[in-house]
């Protein structure tokens, strides 16, 4: 059973925006902190955006700063990710991440995939 499923993704031409919804379920979505991780072709994944338990924090990539936001629903089970502004480097597999306050659980979706291009 997958805890953790992305939508949301596309194709867009640059300076477009995108949506990503990631939507949890099976677990205390309010206690666990939720991140977006990206995975380029030939390249790591990295952190994109994060935010705390009740949404108090934030933290961003800096080339995604400015362009990217992160926000949860906790009455939803749902965290997004608003991209403006898309550039052809955030063409990417996106990928939502649960982790626990204690660190004991850590969730992943099986991404979706994000094209930048004209």
């Known amino acids: 059973v997958q805890l953790v499923v992305e939508s949301g993704g596309g194709l867009v031409q640059p300076g477009g925006s995108l949506r990503l919804s990631c939507a949890a379920s099976?677990?205390?979505?309010?206690?666990?902190?939720m991140t977006w991780y990206r995975q380029a072709p030939g390249k790591e994944r990295e952190l994109v955006a994060s935010i705390s338990e009740i949404g108090g924090r934030t933290n961003y990539l800096d080339p995604v700063k400015g362009r990217f936001t992160i926000s949860r629903d906790n009455a939803k089970n749902m965290v997004y990710l608003q991209m403006n502004s898309l550039k052809s480097e955030d063409t990417a597999v996106y990928f939502c991440?649960?982790?626990?306050?204690?660190?004991?659980?850590?969730?992943w979706g099986k991404g979706t995939l994000v094209t930048v291009s004209s």
């Open positions: 099976g677990f205390t979505f309010s206690a666990f902190h």
């Open positions: 991440n649960a982790v626990s306050s204690t660190g004991t659980q850590n969730y």
